[in-house]
Structure formats: C-alpha cells, structure tokens
C-alpha cells in the first residue's frame, strides 16, 4: 500500500511533442503528489505538486492530470525540448502527527530528441 | 543561495570497509531523509528525521547501517561493514513539517561503489 507504481520506464519524444508520463497509487492516506526531474549527476528536484481535491495543475509547459476515484496520476509536458531530458519521478507523501513520508516512484527516463 | 550538501561526492572503498556519508541539511530544516537510488530499485527511503530525533529507519538494513543527526547541522549515515551490494547513490534530502507538502530539498549525493 504504500507503493507508487510509475509507467513507461523510458519515453522518447520528438522535439514539440508531448511527453506523458503515468503513476498510480493504493493508499488513499497520501495527501500530496509531487513530481520531481533529476538531471544527471544531480539530486532530484521538485518540478510540480498537486493536492487530492484538485484535478489539475498547470505550471508553464508542465501540468498535472489527477483522477482520484481511479487513484492514479500525470504529468503532461508540453511542447517538450531537449533540456527536459531528464528522469522523473512521481511521488506521494504524507503526513500523521510526528511522521512524515515521501515515498517515490520508480523514475521515467526522458528523451526529447531534436 | 540555501542548499543541502553532501560529502564524499565519490567513495571507493573494499568490502568490510566502513563508510561515512555526511550532510549539511538547510539551515531551518528541521526534517532530514536519507534514500538511496539504485537502477533496480529506484530511490528507496532508509531514515528519517525530525528535530534530530529518528522516527522511521525501517527502510534500513540495522544490522549494517546507522544514521545519527548529532547537531541540526549534521546527519551521518554509516555503513559498517560495507559490502558490494551498497553500492549506490546515497541521497540526504532536508524540509519543513508542520505544512509538508512532499517538497524536499536534495543534495547531489554521494555515489558510493564497494569493491
């Protein structure tokens, strides 16, 4: 249950594409869903958030899709350039009084191809 | 500008060996994560943190590894013996609790390889 299972392991986009990627989780305790993009050699890095009760959030080129009755969630980057080559996580998190947990998805490697 | 640092950035070490990782959570944090990310597993949780206390290390191997924050400056994390299977990047990632919103903050990590 406190699983998040993330989908495709790998995804090639051409330039001006749209990158999809999808997660999908069991525990209805979480009550955040970051996504993170890691670059090379780098930590990762929050990229976008979206609560429970909303069912979208758009930032930029980067927007979140998230249907909570079928407990699953997307990331949508539009019009994909080379530099969002990178891999990206999905993540849930939550809280309970002293305890706190962000428990990740297992990574989708982006390739925008110019 | 505020960041999480993280040192070895590259360890070496033989089997048996003991390894220290360190990091320098942000200043005000008062929550500290250690994963570690390997290509099979993907980023996998070993310890957490708050106010320098461990509240969870379930994710961690006991009978091998220790994490310890002795200061708010400063979490270590310990592998005593190391073995060939540690071999991974070790991530330390600071935040803020009450209000966590699943934001933390990453160092570049320490990419440990066990011989």
């Known amino acids: 249950q406190q699983q998040v299972k993330q989908s495709p392991q790998s995804l090639i986009v051409q330039k001006g594409g749209i990158s999809i990627i999808n997660c999908a989780y069991e525990?209805?305790?979480?009550?955040?869903f970051p996504w993170y993009q890691q670059f090379p050699g780098k930590g990762p890095a929050l990229l976008i958030a979206?609560?429970?009760?909303?069912s979208e959030k758009k930032e930029g080129r980067f927007t979140i899709s998230f249907n909570k009755s079928a407990k699953q969630f997307s990331l949508h980057i539009m019009d994909s350039q080379p530099g969002d080559s990178a891999t990206y996580f999905c993540a849930a998190s939550w809280s309970r009084g002293a305890t706190n947990k962000l428990i990740f998805g297992t990574g989708t490697l982006l390739a925008v191809q110019p | 500008d505020a960041r999480v640092t993280q040192t070895p950035r590259h360890k070496v070490t033989e089997m048996g060996q003991e390894v220290t990782m360190r990091c320098q959570p942000i200043?005000?944090?008062?929550?500290v994560f250690w994963y570690r990310q390997t290509m099979m597993q993907g980023l996998e949780l070993l310890a957490y943190?708050?106010?320098?206390?461990?509240?969870?290390d379930s994710g961690m191997p006991k009978d091998r590894f220790s994490a310890e924050m002795p200061d708010a400056t400063l979490a270590t994390l310990k592998i005593q013996p190391s073995e060939p299977r540690d071999s991974a990047v070790y991530f330390c990632?600071?935040?803020?609790?009450?209000?966590?919103?699943?934001?933390?903050?990453f160092g570049e990590g320490s990419r440990l390889t066990v011989l």
């Open positions: 200043l005000g944090h008062n929550t």
């Open positions: 943190f708050r106010n320098r206390a461990p509240l969870d």
């Open positions: 990632a600071s935040g803020l609790v009450p209000g966590f919103t699943g934001e933390l903050f």
């Open positions: 525990n209805t305790a979480f009550d955040y």
């Open positions: 979206i609560r429970p009760d909303v």
